[in-house]
């Protein structure tokens, strides 16, 4: 996607917890990215699809968020999430999972990237080791409301929920993921399936990877089961490139992804729209994290690097190069590591360490 004027409207939507205190250092950062690559951003800040909103309306987001947000270019969303006023299953359902639906961002991307200055969980892994990306699958699958509750509470109970997937939905995502890797130096996709066990849907999505593979001669590909990927990816996560997966495999992956290489602080994740028909959303990975909020110490990186993946989305690969240089080197510095990574650095001076560096 690229704007020919170089100018891009940005719904920033903080949301609750620590999600307001990350984000002005990932707006901090877009800014110095701004101003040192010549493009413009026009950011309007929301505060909408947080739980005080709900505390004062009744419900996360204006009845009219859709118009509000028309034209937007992509959406720079914080953490929501505050269990003590709000069920999570509340706010989630009516901010995130909302935009993911309604802008049918149909590809969840997550880095997995050891950077450097972030001990490893797994032992004798160094930075460049583990560089890979994980595709998941983010509107259909095994996440339907398709199924049916009989008989409940009584010795005769029976539960239903099926997995639906479409040849439509299980296409796109795997052509998206097929794409990146084509764009990768080693070129390797990696399915995720269960069709030893799961034996109607399993099956087709090994058989579409394997009708889309032609299509990408460049690319080799091969698949796992779901069990021994996830056992893969800790004991030999170098062997990754990219990895492909349904929802609920993806959701998994794409949390014990990050986990095997550091901090929750640190990783940033992107709910794409491809086609450019809707506007895509970048937030970091963690929660709105209530037991360290308001303290300022918790670490801006996620939210940093949500948004040198906006901006590669945008088009601005140069100035995305840059912040994710500025990310690197200070989190191998001695006055920007926050808390959660043996650092003292407040939030803001994390960000402000790092935007100093951009340019
Ligand atoms: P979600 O809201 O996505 O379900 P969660 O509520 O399970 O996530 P988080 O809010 O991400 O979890 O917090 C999990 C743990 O990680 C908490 O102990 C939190 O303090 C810590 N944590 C999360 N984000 C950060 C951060 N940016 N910096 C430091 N610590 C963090
Ligand atoms: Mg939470």
Same mark, same amino acid.
């Given at each position: 996607m690229?704007?020919?004027?170089? !100018?891009? !409207? ?15 250092e990932?707006v ?11 493009f ?7 505060? #909408?699809?947080?739980?005080d +909103?709900?505390a ?8 009219? &968020? ?10 720079? #969303?914080?953490?929501?999430? &505050? ?10 359902w ?5 935009? !993911?639906?309604?802008?049918?961002q +149909? ?21 460049g080791?583990?560089d890979?990306?994980?595709v998941r ?5 095994e +996440? ?8 409940p ?8 929920q099926e ?9 796109r995502?795997?052509?998206?993921? #097929? ?13 995720a ?20 593979a ?9 698949? +796992?089961h ?9 004991? $030999? ?5 990219v ?6 495999f ?19 994740s ?5 086609d450019?028909?809707f ?8 929660g709105?994290a ?18 040198v993946m906006m ?11 840059a ?11 001695? $006055?920007?590591?926050t !808390?959660?990574? /043996?650092? /003292?650095?407040?939030?803001?001076a994390?960000?402000k ?7």
């Amino acid at each position: 996607m690229t704007n020919t004027d170089r !100018r891009y !409207r940005i719904a920033v939507i903080p949301g609750d917890g620590i999600g307001k205190e990350v984000m002005p250092e990932g707006v901090r950062a877009l800014e110095a990215a701004a101003a040192a690559f010549g493009f413009t951003l026009d950011l309007e800040w929301h505060d #909408f699809a947080c739980c005080d +909103y709900y505390a004062r309306h009744g419900q996360m987001m204006p009845d009219d &968020w859709k118009a509000r947000l028309d034209g937007v270019d992509a959406l720079f #969303f914080g953490a929501v999430g &505050w269990p003590d006023t709000v069920p999570d299953h509340i706010s989630l359902w009516q901010s995130l999972l909302q935009f !993911r639906r309604e802008y049918d961002q +149909y590809v969840n991307l997550r880095p997995v990237r050891l950077m450097p200055g972030v001990p490893c969980p797994l032992a004798g892994r160094k930075p460049g080791d583990i560089d890979f990306w994980v595709v998941r699958e983010n509107t259909e699958g095994e +996440y339907s409301s398709v199924g049916g509750h009989m008989f409940p509470g009584t010795d005769r109970e029976i539960v239903i929920q099926e997995t639906v997937m479409t040849r439509h939905g299980v296409d796109r995502v795997l052509r998206y993921a #097929f794409d990146l890797a084509s764009k990768r130096e080693r070129r390797h996709l990696t399915s995720a399936t269960k069709s030893n066990g799961i034996a109607i849907t399993m099956p087709f999505w090994d058989a579409r990877v394997e009708a889309i593979a032609p299509e990408y001669p460049g690319v080799t590909h091969d698949k +796992y089961h779901i069990d021994i990927l996830t056992a893969q990816f800790v004991m $030999n996560p170098q062997r990754f490139d990219v990895v492909v997966a349904s929802n609920l495999f993806g959701d998994i992956l794409s949390d014990l992804g990050p986990a095997c290489t550091g901090t929750i602080g640190v990783a940033p994740s992107a709910n794409i729209n491809p086609d450019g028909r809707f506007p895509s959303l970048f937030e970091p990975v963690h929660g709105s994290a209530p037991d360290i909020a308001g303290q300022g110490i918790a670490n801006p990186v996620g939210q940093v690097w949500s948004a040198v993946m906006m901006l590669e989305h945008l088009g601005e690969a140069e100035a995305a190069a840059a912040i994710m240089g500025a990310i690197e080197a200070t989190l191998v510095s001695d $006055n920007g590591r926050t !808390r959660d990574l /043996s650092g /003292s650095a407040s939030t803001e001076a994390c960000g402000k360490a790092i935007a100093s560096l951009i340019g």
